[in-house]
């Protein structure tokens, strides 16, 4: 993933060894998702939610 100037996010295949295809697929289906049916309801259970606030990224 990269920034740019305007801080948009977005993927970047130079980087990627097997590049990114089905991970843009991914995003691409569930943004068509959220669009048909708004708001995904995701249950997580007290230790993914402690695993989810302690996350600081991947280093690259």
Not at 13 to 41: C, Q, R, W
Request: without cysteine.
């Amino acid at each position: 993933m990269e920034t740019d100037a305007n801080a948009n996010i977005k993927p970047n295949k130079k980087k990627a060894a097997n590049k990114i295809d089905p991970a843009v697929a991914f995003l691409m289906s569930f943004g068509t998702y959220l669009l048909e049916y708004g708001e995904v309801d995701i249950n997580l259970t007290d230790a993914q939610k402690q695993a989810l606030d302690e996350f600081k990224g991947i280093e690259l």
